[in-house]
T-cell receptor, first 116, second 114 residues
Framework: DAGVIQSPRHEVTEMGQEVTLRCKPI?????LFWYRQTMMRGLELLIY????????DSGMPEDRFSAKMPNASFSTLKIQPSEPRDSAVYFC??????????????FGDGTRLSIL | AQSVAQPEDQVNVAEGNPLTVKCTYS??????LFWYVQYPNRGLQFLLK??????LVKGSYGFEAEFNKSQTSFHLKKPSALVSDSALYFC????????????FGTGTRLTVIP
């Protein structure tokens, strides 16, 4: 089975530009999570969705960040405008709560974002 | 609030020796605990979880973890370390019973020395 698919794997852009990160969760999973990983702050949960509905976005750093999940098979994380401090590895993860709410999260391989 | 602590940033162990990566937790209610591993340039991979039942949980790649309620710990263990076990290890606790997001520890970098 295909795992969580993230694109692009790497993104280098100049500050001020809009950045869009994409995620395709595992088919059948109804929960989706966006994380950010940096050396300084470790792994941070940005936002998560259940059944395409945002449940908790308290981890989103500021209004420059937005996330959408228009359907069960696709989500985006957008940064506009981007700043150098947004440079990090962004992970998407998915899981299922159907039948067992303790099923593990499955992570994509991340998008390494560099803002110059 | 739920939280986990990984007191060691770095653990070094010789190949063939037993390894332990420590994790302590703080929860309100029943603990739902997880271990994940991250290899370079990869996402986190699930190793094992404790939900209820036997305190010794077995997982992938020969890893196991022991749940200790009195010490509020969930240490990851392996009887004989391999060089390929070198990676970053994260302990995590699930949010309250009504949610399924996880709170991750800061991670422990394990280096297995040949």
């Amino acid at each position: 089975d295909a795992g969580v698919i993230q694109s692009p794997r790497h993104e280098v852009t100049e500050m001020g530009q809009e950045v869009t990160l994409r995620c395709k969760p595992i088919s059948g999973h109804n929960s989706l999570f966006w994380y950010r990983q940096t050396m300084m702050r470790g792994l941070e949960l940005l936002i998560y969705f259940n059944n395409n509905v945002p449940i908790d976005d308290s981890g989103m750093p500021e209004d420059r960040f937005s996330a959408k999940m228009p359907n069960a098979s696709f989500s985006t994380l957008k940064i506009q405008p981007s700043e150098p401090r947004d440079s990090a590895v962004y992970f998407c993860a998915s899981s299922s709560t159907i039948g067992d709410s303790n099923q593990p999260q499955h992570f994509g391989d991340g998008t390494r974002l560099s803002i110059l | 609030a739920q939280s986990v602590a990984q007191p060691e940033d770095q653990v070094n162990v010789a190949e063939g020796n037993p390894l332990t990566v420590k994790c302590t937790y703080s929860v309100s209610g029943n603990p739902y605990l997880f271990w994940y591993v991250q290899y370079p340039n990869r996402g986190l991979q699930f190793l094992l979880k404790y939900i209820t039942g036997d305190n010794l949980v077995k997982g992938s790649y020969g890893f196991e973890a022991e749940f200790n309620k009195s010490q509020t710990s969930f240490h990851l263990k392996k009887p004989s370390a391999l060089v390929s076990d070198s990676a970053l290890y994260f302990c995590a606790v699930r949010d309250t019973a009504g949610a399924n997001n996880l709170f991750f520890g800061t991670g422990t970098r394990l280096t297995v020395i040949p």
